[in-house]
C-alpha cells in the first residue's frame, strides 16, 4: 500500500482545512487508516483512526470534537476534516494503514508522507 497525503497548508485560529490520504494497491477497505502529526520538536502522536471492518473511529483527547477521519473506499482515500484549528495543531500530519487493529495506533505498518498544517493566532 502506498500512500499519498495531500490537503495541508496555513489556515488562521478559528479556521478549517480538510487533509486527504489517497491509497494505492488492492484492498484499501480491508485496512485501518489513521492520521498521525509530529510539531518541530516533538514525538508523532496519534491524531485519529478509522477502522476498516466497523468504521469505528478514535480520537487523540486533544482533537476530540474537533477532528473527524472518514473514508470512502470507493475512491480509496481517508480525510481528516479539522475545524476550530488551534496553533497548537500546528504540525507535520501523517497517514498510516493497517491491516491489524492492535497496531494502528501504535505501530503502523505503511506510512505515507507528510503534509504540513500550519495554524496562526
Known amino acids: 500500500v502506498q500512500l499519498q497525503a495531500s490537503g495541508g497548508g496555513l489556515a488562521q485560529a478559528g479556521g478549517s482545512l480538510r487533509l486527504s490520504c489517497a491509497a494505492s494497491?488492492?484492498?484499501?477497505?480491508?485496512?485501518?487508516m489513521g492520521w498521525f502529526r509530529q510539531a518541530p520538536g516533538k514525538e508523532r502522536e496519534f491524531v485519529a483512526t478509522i477502522g476498516w471492518i466497523t468504521g469505528i473511529v478514535d480520537y487523540a483527547d486533544s482533537v476530540k470534537g474537533r477532528f473527524t477521519i472518514s473514508r470512502d473506499n470507493a475512491k480509496n482515500t481517508v480525510y481528516l476534516q479539522m475545524n476550530s484549528l488551534k496553533p497548537e495543531d500546528t504540525a507535520l500530519y501523517y497517514c498510516?494503514?493497517?491491516?491489524?487493529?492492535?497496531?494502528?495506533?501504535?505501530?503502523?505498518?505503511?506510512w505515507g508522507q507528510g503534509t504540513q498544517v500550519t495554524v496562526s493566532s
Open positions: 498510516a494503514a493497517d491491516r491489524d487493529t492492535r497496531t494502528i495506533k501504535t505501530s503502523p505498518q505503511y
Open positions: 494497491g488492492r484492498a484499501f477497505s480491508m485496512y485501518n
